[in-house]
């Protein structure tokens, strides 16, 4: 007898999204008002919100661990100091201007703008005061840490692990012990996060059953227009970032090395993840690009689970389509601070599915931002990561030749003229 197969994870969300709506269209009919729907709705909420719970309980140990793990294990740098400092800095920029772009075309476009959500909220809405700029500076690190993660303060919590886990690479064979236990306590609470993921359906189901209840179906016109703008800054970044990056800094042809990395960009964008991306972009790397295969071995894996230009992207769009959802006005200055945080925080995490939807709670739950919309897009994910993912992925290969071609080791001849080039060496 064959085994019945498992249902993915993404299709129960879907599953929980349409069930939501047609409940949600259902209670809208008879009347958000009668004292059937005034009864079943804040059952519902309460799904949702139990969702919301979860995930803000994992958000705090995880990019504590996570980031402490990523820098401590950062090791290889002292044996490729030279590759490794480009690599970060490029990762730096990157992640810097395509969250700019996410944020910049979400100010643009405004997709969440037109309707405003903010009754759905049990909890006043108080977005934080504008800081000063010495106050800016200052709260990039915390005077009492403890405090700092009882409030889930992000931007402490980043700068207090990086220096922890700079400390304990400076601290070298004598702080392996603690290196090892962060490592436990990272796949801990990546493992805690898989748990917390499995009620996303549930979750979904709940807050999007209550706010098709609110506003009717004409609620997705917003969801419609925030994948549009998503996918459109991720096209621009490669488009425009990558493109120049290539041709200034790598100084080939753009377009031939969109071809030869397309593979590797494909089966991202169809998987969502880096991981099964990761083989074929080593390979066709250093077999059909050029770069010299210790660079690639370096600069893709750490790529991998530390270049997140998508994902970045996401954070910036998200936290302006939740802000435009319920009518809040983001100061220039906090959507600065956005960019910088998101950027550190899509380097600092590493890839793990739904990790890009746990952490925008994070950036939202750091503004004041009410985190009812969140369920919008967690139905449509899976659809927005596809992008983030290959987007990721194309990102590492454009670091590496943007490396290669600084150290003065970049095969240009074979990435010009094709992998029909490669020398026995590099294959």
């Known amino acids: 007898m064959r085994k019945a197969r498992k249902l993915k994870l993404s299709y129960k969300i879907f599953i929980g999204l349409f069930l939501g709506i047609i409940v949600g269209a259902i209670l809208s009919a008879i009347g958000k008002d009668t004292p059937f729907v005034e009864t079943v709705v804040p059952w519902l909420g309460l799904l949702g919100d139990l969702f919301l719970r979860l995930i803000r309980m994992v958000v705090v140990p995880l990019v504590l661990f996570s980031i402490t793990s990523g820098v401590a294990n950062l090791n290889e740098i002292k044996k490729l100091r030279s590759v490794g400092i480009k690599t970060l800095i490029f990762f730096l920029l990157t992640g810097f201007l395509s969250i700019g772009t996410g944020v910049v075309m979400a100010n643009i476009f405004k997709p969440g703008a037109g309707l405003n959500i903010a009754e759905l909220s049990a909890d006043a809405i108080e977005i934080q005061e504008l800081p000063t700029v010495f106050e800016t500076i200052l709260g990039l690190f915390p005077a009492n840490i403890f405090e700092s993660l009882v409030e889930g303060e992000m931007l402490h919590i980043i700068s207090f692990a990086i220096f922890v886990g700079a400390a304990l690479l400076l601290m070298g064979e004598r702080g392996k012990p603690i290196v090892d236990l962060v490592d436990r306590l990272s796949d801990m609470m990546y493992r805690v996060v898989d748990i917390v993921i499995q009620f996303t359906p549930i979750g979904v189901f709940g807050l999007m059953a209550k706010a098709v209840t609110a506003f009717g179906v004409g609620i997705f016109g917003p969801v419609f227009k925030f994948i549009l ?170 670091v590496a030749v943007a490396v290669s071609s600084m150290e003065g080791d970049l095969d240009r001849e074979l990435l010009e003229y094709g992998g029909m080039f490669a020398t026995s060496e590099a294959k």
């Open 229 to 398: 703008v998503d996918y459109g800054a991720n096209i621009f970044t490669i488009a425009v970032f990558y493109s120049l990056i290539i041709y200034f800094i790598g100084r080939v042809n753009p377009i031939k090395f969109f071809k030869k990395a397309f593979e590797s960009w494909a089966i991202a964008f169809s998987t969502c993840s880096s991981a099964a991306a990761l083989p074929v972009a080593m390979k066709n790397g250093v077999n059909e690009m050029g770069i010299p295969k210790d660079t690639a071995s370096f600069v893709l894996p750490l790529g991998a689970t530390a270049n997140m230009n998508g994902t970045g992207i996401y954070f910036g769009v998200i936290v302006l389509f939740a802000a435009q959802l319920y009518g809040i006005d983001i100061s220039i200055s906090q959507q600065i601070m956005l960019v910088l945080t998101a950027t550190m925080l899509s380097i600092g995490c590493a890839a793990a599915p739904q990790t890009g939807l746990i952490i925008s709670i994070a950036l939202l739950t750091n503004l004041g931002i009410p985190l009812d919309g969140i369920a919008l897009i967690a139905g449509v994910y899976r659809i927005v990561d596809q992008i983030h993912t290959s987007t990721n992925s194309m990102g590492d290969l454009v």
